[in-house]
Each structure stands twice: as structure tokens, then as C-alpha cells.
């Protein structure tokens, strides 16, 4: 079984092979990543700080400022103690898990075209 560390290490591995496009931004560093696309939305914008290490989050919120781009900062882990410590003009959204306990794989529905050929 995976830790956790690893896991969110992943997690940030698979945003970067995402934002593989021109004009995106990544950082993948033990402790946090970043995945910017540059796109004026947060959803695409994401970065994860996941070990109590105000470098971590000074160098993510660097990298943010740096590109202007509105982005969904998460914290996990130990870095969840840095949450307190952001800069006036952040707003804390809330809580939410990433990811499920139960481990399950959840089943693609197909799609009416797919449903109309496979018969």
C-alpha cells in the first residue's frame, strides 16, 4: 500500500503530465506542487502543500503571484497547519477530502452513442 506522501506526489506528477500544454507552469518539490495552466480559472490552476514548511508555501505562493493566475491552493497532511498563514487576500473555502477510503474503482457510464453501438 502507498503512504500518503507518496500518493499526493502522484497526484501532482499527474496534473504536470496534464498541463504538458504551452504557457502552463509546473513545480513538482518534496513537500508541495504546483500545476498552473495560466487559464483565468481556479479549477485549472491548482497547487498542494502537504508538509509543515513555510518555504514550501512562501516558494508555491511566489510561484502564484508570479503568474497572476487565480488558483485553488490545498493543503494536506502536515501542511494543514500552514493554512492560517496565508496573506490577506486568500480565502479559506473550506475542508474536503481528496480522493475516497473506500477504494473502489467507480464505473464509467457509457454514453448514449456508445449504449446505441454496443447493441
Do not use: Q, Y
Not at 12 to 18: P, S, T
Not at 67 to 94: E, I, K, Y
Not at 106 to 119: F, K, L, N, Y
Request: charged fraction near 25%; include cysteine.
Amino acid at each position: 500500500m502507498l503512504d500518503l506522501v507518496t500518493v499526493r506526489r502522484r497526484m501532482g506528477e499527474a496534473a504536470a503530465a496534464i498541463l504538458a500544454i504551452d504557457g502552463a507552469s509546473t513545480e513538482l518539490r518534496p513537500g508541495w506542487w504546483l500545476a498552473l495552466s495560466g487559464f483565468p480559472s481556479a479549477d485549472l490552476n491548482v497547487a498542494l502543500i502537504h508538509e509543515d514548511d513555510g518555504r514550501a508555501l512562501s516558494s508555491a505562493l511566489k510561484s502564484i503571484e508570479e503568474r497572476g493566475c487565480p488558483t485553488l491552493l490545498m493543503f494536506a497532511g502536515a501542511g494543514t497547519r500552514l493554512a492560517g498563514g496565508l496573506p490577506s487576500g486568500w480565502s479559506a473555502v473550506g475542508a474536503m477530502p481528496i480522493g475516497s477510503r473506500s477504494g473502489r474503482i467507480c464505473r464509467r457510464r457509457r454514453s448514449p452513442r456508445e449504449t446505441r453501438g454496443a447493441r
